[in-house]
């Protein structure tokens, strides 16, 4: 073979293994025809507590100052409201540690950075007991945002909350799994004409999501489970394989205060949890050993009438005991460290553009 030859054929190999490299980080999919709807989620959301001393400093807008812009551009904006509003003169319910409360001001906030909806469905909500459930679901109601995952009956507390925009209809249903500290209350879960939240069961799963398949064109589950600062527990896993087979596109997770896993499940996408996201803890992460997950993921999700198109994750870093209450973009060093463990279970099936993980399923 000649020198010429020798050259060619290593210009060759060159090339297809630098257009090899370029498609695995840049895979091309092809784009579904028809209109789509953009529906944001958020994690653990509240203003209150160990942050009240910076909320009187710096007002309850500051904490918004690095991940509004990720909060733009979308048709729906939806969060885990993990905190009660409530009046001063509320009283706690007796016998919990630990209550947090926002106060009212935080609901026109809330409003005004772009929120649609909140989910209730958590083990917080009755912190400040029924008041404190009903002045919530009032202020926030008052500001012109909706409400799920709890209520004064157990049917307010499993109605879902549809979002529709061009010709794209969407039902998310949240609810909380069964946790026995709380079942022992004997008044958390709603039941009947008992206010309360609505309970992730095999059962309302599916008598919920066969309901809700006749309204809407996608269902997505909104569930607050887990354990805290902790990482995807067995039942979590079990649940979503239920959840999967009731026939729901979508699992957006909650709870444990961490950035977890993504993965596909009998063809539905689950996030386990989207960490916190404005939150009003120092949280316990390096207590935990969990530091390396202490994020916020934003999570735009394009959907059409067949289902999810793509999914867009923006970390935010949220430990506060670093960050102060102001949660801070992610490094590309940082997103790419995250993504490479939490979005493990997809095989290399997603790609990075700029810090943000876009993971296409068309």
């Known amino acids: 073979m000649t020198k010429r030859m020798y050259g060619t054929s290593a210009l060759c190999l060159l090339m297809i293994v630098v257009v090899g490299a370029g498609c695995a980080r840049h895979r091309v999919h092809t784009q579904r025809p028809g209109p789509f709807v953009t529906i944001t989620f958020v994690g653990d959301t509240g203003e209150g507590d160990q942050a009240q001393d910076f909320v009187k400093q710096y007002g309850l807008r500051k904490s918004f100052e690095n991940v509004r812009a990720a909060l733009k551009n979308t048709d729906f904006l939806v969060g885990n409201g993990e905190t009660p509003i409530a009046d001063e003169n509320v009283p706690p319910l007796p016998g919990q540690p630990w209550h947090p409360k926002q106060t009212p001001e935080v609901a026109k906030v809330y409003a005004e950075e772009g929120f649609t909806a909140f989910n209730l469905a958590n083990n917080h909500c009755l912190d400040w007991g029924v008041t404190g459930l009903q002045q919530t679901i009032k202020y926030l109601t008052d500001a012109g945002i909706k409400t799920f995952g709890a209520g004064m009956t157990e049917a307010d507390a499993r109605r879902p909350l549809i979002l529709s925009k061009n010709g794209v209809k969407v039902g998310v249903l949240g609810y909380f799994d069964k946790q026995k500290k709380y079942d022992e209350l004997g008044m958390w879960y709603a039941s009947g004409d008992q206010p309360g939240v609505a309970l992730l069961s095999e059962a309302n799963l599916r ?36 959840i999967a087979a009731t026939g729901a596109n979508l699992v957006v997770g909650s709870h444990s205060h961490t950035a977890q896993p993504v993965e596909v499940v009998d063809r539905v996408p689950v996030l386990y949890s989207l960490g916190n996201f404005i939150w009003h803890s120092v949280g316990l992460y390096r207590q935990s050993k969990m530091e390396d997950f202490a994020y916020t993921l934003v999570a735009r999700i394009e959907i059409d009438r067949q289902g999810v198109r793509r999914i867009l994750l923006t970390p935010f870093w949220s430990d506060n005991r670093q960050v102060k209450f102001v949660s801070q973009p992610a490094t590309s060093s940082q997103a790419k460290k995250l993504f490479n463990v939490i979005l493990k279970p997809l095989n290399n099936d997603w790609d990075l553009e700029n810090q943000t993980a876009v993971i296409d399923l068309q």
């Open 207 to 242: 008598d919920d999501v066969a309901k809700l398949k006749t309204q809407v064109d996608v269902v997505v589950i909104f569930p607050h489970w887990g354990a805290n600062y902790h990482a995807v527990t067995k039942g979590q896993q079990s649940l979503a394989r239920r």
